[in-house]
């Protein structure tokens, strides 16, 4: 298994070898449109790299949601207790 790089775009995605990347091919790629995703992913080819790195985003977005959820789930509760002080203070 190898590293793969990968460039995104609004039109799709593009892995390629890490030790195929040099600073040329990055320059080349920002003047198509592609931008570094952050992430490096472990893979057998391009495919396996780009199914890796959508398995990786959807994983990364149910966290974020379930973390939301938890965050409005304890701000509710907190008012919902300040309001029962308020009226238990009558």
């Not at 790629?29 to 592609?34: A, D, E, L, P, V």
């Not at 994983?59 to 029962?84: P, R």
């Given at each position: 298994?190898?590293?793969?790089?990968?460039?995104?775009?609004?039109?799709?995605?593009?892995?390629?070898?890490?030790?195929?990347?040099?600073?040329?091919?990055?320059?080349?790629?920002?003047?198509?449109?592609?931008?570094?995703?952050?992430?490096?992913?472990?893979?057998?080819?391009?495919?396996?790299?780009?199914?890796?790195?959508?398995k990786f985003n959807?994983?990364?977005?149910?966290?974020?949601?379930?973390?939301?959820?938890?965050?409005?789930?304890?701000?509710?509760?907190?008012?919902?207790?300040?309001?029962?002080?308020?009226?238990?203070n009558r």
């Amino acid at each position: 298994m190898g590293k793969y790089v990968i460039f995104i775009s609004s039109r799709g995605g593009k892995a390629v070898p890490k030790e195929a990347v040099t600073s040329s091919l990055i320059k080349e790629m920002k003047r198509q449109g592609f931008r570094k995703h952050h992430v490096a992913v472990e893979a057998e080819n391009e495919k396996d790299a780009v199914n890796a790195l959508n398995k990786f985003n959807d994983d990364y977005l149910t966290e974020v949601k379930e973390y939301t959820a938890s965050v409005i789930f304890m701000c509710l509760c907190a008012i919902l207790m300040f309001i029962v002080y308020l009226f238990a203070n009558r």
